[in-house]
């Protein structure tokens, strides 16, 4: 087996390109998932390491300087990240010419032979779910021999092999929590409506929603919700609990770990018994019955894309929920003490400053306990993607140099519409922000949780902190005509 190096590595100050992030981007406040696909394929391969450099603070430096060896270097790029990846993986050239370089995630499976040419130094691509395909690479096999890759000939002509099949047996595969305990500092990880520290794994890939803006199901993971079985997951829950006796939460990061309700009510019944504190993405037309099995066993917050407050617009991105039925169901949380999430995106097909109006209205009806606004993500692979190039609604014919984020690793909006250009649909980002926090609710909210624990009110100043600074610096590159709108 090769020495094999698994690098989430490190790009914009604070920024959370991991494959746990659905938007990869620097965030208003410290925000950091779980580099989990990256850990899963480290599981398959003996000895390998990880590094997670964004969370842990490590520089391009730090990261070459602990790269020595290494036979094989396997890293995570993004479509914003890939410029400085790219930078990256040519300084471990450098440093350790004899390494084979490869970069895996949706960026490179959907664009082989653009991300090869933009990182000359990288050796091999991955074109689909990379887990087996780096294992076999791992134990030696040349690259002819391993499905699922494309990589630069000696011609310099782009050459791939097979596509690989999605893996259905997930059982088989070793538990990413052993990988987190030997490599990765669960401090280091921050999520603001999680209790800190918190572990996120996944317990099944795939999505069955056809959501036109969602990266993973339209690349890596599918559309099938593929999944472990319920007693390899509680296994390794029991397995976590003994891992971190300091963690106080499990994220249960499936795209919609509510698809299958009986194996998500199966799973809960177990970790009650376990008395395990858990949160999960949901989609926001579970019915209470489920809702409160869930919360009977341990269930603390659901986190939800709303998306928008307007039935034509999620009809038009093909969300699959109703705004009725979001309310219904926001309710029925509130009824059962489930915490929400609540996920936003400004800049959909058909956004308008009245559509926006509504959606700012429509969240403050749901009133999550917090929520995130992001800006519209035409990631390549994407159906969304697609309208856009059709469309004409891109700003340029090719994304901004940094690909979907400015110069500070924020996202930007680069989408425009008529009567509604990309740089408004930031200012109204800001907007939003200020409306739904700057309330009475939300207010007491937050200084009811700051009184109650010493640690929550720590987290709070210091994200109160980073919001307003990230305010600032969006002002400002607005008032110098920036980009970033």
């Not at 590595?9 to 959370?16: K, N, T, V």
Request: aromatic fraction near 10%; proline fraction near 6%.
């Amino acid at each position: 087996m090769k020495p094999t190096l698994f690098l989430n590595p490190p790009s914009y100050e604070g920024f959370d390109g991991g494959a746990g992030s659905r938007y990869q981007a620097r965030r208003e406040v410290r925000s950091f998932w779980y580099p989990t696909w990256l850990a899963q394929a480290a599981a398959l391969v003996p000895g390998s390491v990880l590094i997670d450099a964004p969370p842990a603070g490590l520089t391009r430096e730090d990261v070459v300087a602990r790269a020595g060896e290494f036979e094989l270097i396997v890293i995570h790029t993004s479509t914003p990240s890939l410029a400085h990846d790219a930078a990256t993986a040519e300084a471990l050239k450098q440093a350790n010419p004899r390494a084979t370089i490869g970069f895996v995630g949706a960026q490179p499976m959907v664009l082989p032979a653009e991300t090869l040419a933009r990182a000359p130094a990288a050796d091999f691509v991955t074109t689909g779910e990379f887990d087996e395909a780096v294992e076999e690479l791992a134990q030696g096999r040349p690259f002819e021999d391993v499905t699922g890759i494309a990589w630069r000939a000696p011609d310099g002509s782009l050459r791939r092999t097979a596509a690989r099949p999605p893996i259905t047996d997930l059982d088989r595969f070793p538990f990413v929590t052993d990988v987190y305990a030997r490599h990765l500092d669960v401090e280091h990880y921050d999520i603001g409506y999680l209790q800190h520290p918190y572990v996120s794994l996944y317990t099944g890939r795939g999505c069955r929603s056809r959501c036109t803006f969602c990266l993973w199901p339209q690349t890596i993971a599918g559309h099938t919700y593929r999944t472990r079985s319920v007693e390899n997951v509680l296994a390794e829950m029991a397995h976590a609990r003994q891992l971190f006796p300091r963690v106080r939460e499990f994220f249960f990061d499936d795209d919609t770990f509510t698809d299958d309700r009986p194996r998500a009510e199966a799973i809960a019944r177990g970790l009650g018994k376990l008395g395990i504190t858990w949160s999960c993405n949901a989609k926001a037309n579970v019915p209470f019955e489920t809702l409160q099995v869930l919360r009977d066993n341990g269930l603390r917050l659901l986190l939800v894309g709303f998306e928008s407050g307007n039935q034509e617009i999620l009809n038009a991105i093909r969300k699959g929920t109703r705004i009725d039925r979001a309310l219904q169901f926001a309710d029925d949380c509130r009824r059962l003490g489930i915490l929400l999430h609540g996920t936003f995106i400004l800049g959909l097909p058909g956004e308008t400053r009245e559509s926006i109006a509504r959606t700012i209205a429509f969240a403050k009806r749901v009133d999550p306990y917090s929520l995130q606004v992001s800006l519209a993500a035409p990631y390549p692979g994407t159906e969304l993607h697609r309208q856009a190039t059709e469309a004409g609604w891109l700003r340029a014919p090719e994304l901004s140099p940094q690909g979907l984020v400015e110069e500070h690793g924020f996202q930007e909006a680069v989408l425009s519409f008529d009567g509604l250009p990309a740089a408004e649909m930031q200012a109204l980002q800001e907007r939003f922000y200020r409306e739904f926090y700057f309330r009475p609710r939300p207010i007491l909210r937050i200084v009811k949780d700051m009184f109650r624990d010493r640690e929550v009110m720590r987290r709070r100043l210091r994200e109160g902190r980073e919001f307003l600074s990230f305010m600032v610096q969006r002002r400002e590159g607005r008032g110098a005509g920036s980009h970033a709108g």
